[in-house]
Nanobody, 113 residues
Framework: QVQLVESGGGLVQPGGSLRLSCAAS????????MAWYRQAPGKQRELVAH???????NYADSVKGRFTISRDNAKNTVYLQMNSLKPEDTAVYYC???????WGQGTQVTVSS
């Protein structure tokens, strides 16, 4: 059974940075594409970024140039480095084994002064 556990969320001021981590277990992590989604209050969950097993990446237009997704296969972990954070980035961020129904529990990111 695949398990995904996120960490690293919190409260940060506009312009600040956070790094989210997602530790995976129970599956062949090194061959899995992984993704980060987010869901703001009253809005649908949206894809933020995904990374292929080979390290290829894609980003939502709203985060391009500010967020970076990466992975460490030795640690079975995927990361989301978030820089230049804006209040509109406030959401619960979820880790996902891409295109599957395996989700983490979510971690809250709040960008506010």
């Amino acid at each position: 059974q695949v398990q995904l556990v996120e960490s690293g969320g919190g409260l940060v001021q506009p312009g600040g940075s956070l790094r989210l981590s997602c530790a995976a277990s129970g599956g062949a992590f090194n061959i899995a594409a992984m993704a980060w989604y987010r869901q703001a209050p009253g809005k649908q969950r949206e894809l933020v970024a995904h990374i292929s097993s080979g390290g290829g990446t894609n980003y939502a237009d709203s985060v391009k140039g500010r967020f970076t997704i990466s992975r460490d296969n030795a640690k079975n972990t995927v990361y989301l480095q978030m820089n230049s954070l804006k209040p509109e980035d406030t959401a619960v961020y979820y880790c996902n084994r891409f295109l599957t129904n395996y989700w983490g529990q979510g971690t809250q990111v709040t960008v506010s002064s």
